[in-house]
């Protein structure tokens, strides 16, 4: 299992909202094609379609609801 199946597996099952690491949610969505609109030290804002997700980097972890809103846009998919 490659290491963006791992990572996909963890946000879709949501039983690991709160350890989801940034840089690997970056990772993920670079790997399912989300386009990188913005990047700077604290935030990564990616579009896939209409979708727009602003991802918030707090000592290295992505928000709970941050999380959660990948996932509905993953299951819409």
Request: hydrophobic content about 40%; overall charge positive.
């Amino acid at each position: 299992m490659s290491k963006a199946d791992k990572i996909f597996e963890k946000v879709i099952s949501g039983s690991a909202d709160a350890n989801i690491r940034f840089d690997d949610m970056c990772f993920l969505l670079r790997k399912l094609r989300f386009i990188e609109r913005h990047a700077d030290g604290s935030h990564a804002i990616f579009q896939d379609g209409s979708h727009f997700v602003n991802l918030q980097n707090v000592r290295g972890m992505v928000k709970k609801y941050q999380v959660r809103q990948v996932r509905e846009i993953l299951k819409a998919r």
